[in-house]
């Protein structure tokens, strides 16, 4: 498994939120959801949106596109120009307690985790992981009530030192574009 650091906790925890899924202060109510009111006024959140990219671009050293998906099949991922490179994907989950509550919650039990200052944040975490041919790197950040979080792998050959960079650079840029 490529994301061995994702135990079930976290993927429990990430689960409960996809990207473009709602605002991530609050969900739409039932009521409206099964009313099929028109929505298209109000402006889904993602990730992706308004996201600076070329600091990630520079740290790592490669080129990168957004990719958003659709209205009907919202993602936020940032995916290697060149085949082979390093991949993203982005996602959110609104939630009324801390990172370190929801931390408490997964189940990490392999991989490196550190605690790195990200500027305008109440809270992040990276977990980085090597595997026997890849490498991983999952982070978090927490704005209020908003954890944004990336899953980043590449294989070999891959710069981890490149990939570290990278990741922090990322949780600088979804901290200074959080709502």
């Known amino acids: 498994m490529r994301y061995a650091v994702l135990a079930p906790g976290l993927l429990a925890l990430l689960s409960l939120a996809a990207c473009g899924t709602g605002e991530p202060t ?19 959140f993602n990730p992706c949106d308004g996201l600076d990219i070329a600091p990630v671009e520079k740290a790592l050293g ?4 957004v990719e958003k998906g659709t209205s009907a ?29 929801a931390w408490k919650t997964m189940d990490v039990q392999s991989g490196e985790v ?16 090597q595997g ?14 908003l954890i944004q979080s ?5 294989l070999e050959p891959y710069d ?15 901290s200074a574009n959080a709502p």
């Open 26 to 44: 609050a969900a739409p109510s039932a009521s409206a959801s099964a009313s099929g009111s028109d929505h298209s006024a109000q402006e889904t």
């Open 132 to 145: 026997v041919s890849s490498y991983a790197v999952t982070g978090f950040v927490q704005n209020g009530a």
């Open 114 to 129: 550190s605690e790195p200052e990200v500027s305008g944040a109440d809270d992040a975490r990276l977990v980085k992981q």
């Open 62 to 65: 490669a080129q990168l596109r």
């Open 73 to 101: 099949a919202p993602r936020c991922a940032l995916l290697p120009e060149e085949s082979g490179g390093t991949a993203y994907e982005l996602n959110y989950l609104p939630f009324k307690g801390t990172l370190a509550d």
């Open 160 to 174: 981890g030192k490149a990939m570290d960079r990278a990741a922090q650079a990322l949780l600088e840029q979804l």
């Open 150 to 154: 990336f899953n980043s792998v590449d």
